[in-house]
C-alpha cells in the first residue's frame, strides 16, 4: 500500500521504516477498516517525525506535533467506531451528569 501524505513540511522525513513503525502502532490500537488503517498510519508518521525531530518547545516540529497528536487522537475514534460498525456492533457511550456541590 502506497500512502498519500499531504503535509509537504513532513512528508520528505517519510521512510519505510517510520512507516512500519506507524502500522505497528495503529494495528496494536484495533482492528480498523484499511482506510482507517492507512489515514491513522499517515498521522503517526507525522508524528513519530516529530518525536524525533523535535528541538525546543517553540520549533515547527513541536506545534506541528501537538496538532498531529490531536488529529490522531479524533481519527482514532472514528476508527473505532468504524471498527465497531464493521463487527456488527454498536458502540456505546456513556456520559455522566456532574454536579457542583
Known amino acids: 500500500m502506497a500512502l498519500t501524505y499531504s503535509d509537504p513540511y513532513l512528508s520528505p522525513h517519510a521512510s519505510a521504516e517510520r512507516e512500519a513503525r506507524a502500522?505497528?502502532?495503529v494495528r496494536s490500537a484495533g482492528d480498523f477498516p484499511?482506510?482507517?488503517e492507512e489515514r491513522l498510519q499517515v498521522?503517526?508518521?507525522y508524528i513519530l517525525i516529530c518525536l524525533e525531530s523535535t528541538v525546543d518547545d517553540e520549533d515547527t516540529f513541536s506545534v506541528k506535533l501537538k496538532q498531529y497528536k490531536a488529529e490522531y487522537q479524533a481519527q482514532?475514534?472514528?476508527a473505532r467506531a468504524a471498527e465497531a460498525a464493521a463487527a456488527g456492533s454498536v458502540p456505546i457511550f456513556?456520559?455522566?451528569n456532574?454536579?457542583?456541590g
Do not use: H, M, N, Q
Open 76 to 78: 482514532l475514534i472514528k
Open 43 to 45: 498521522l503517526r508518521v
Open 34 to 36: 484499511t482506510e482507517w
Open 94 to 96: 456513556a456520559s455522566v
Open 98 to 100: 456532574l454536579l457542583r
Open 23 to 25: 502500522l505497528e502502532d
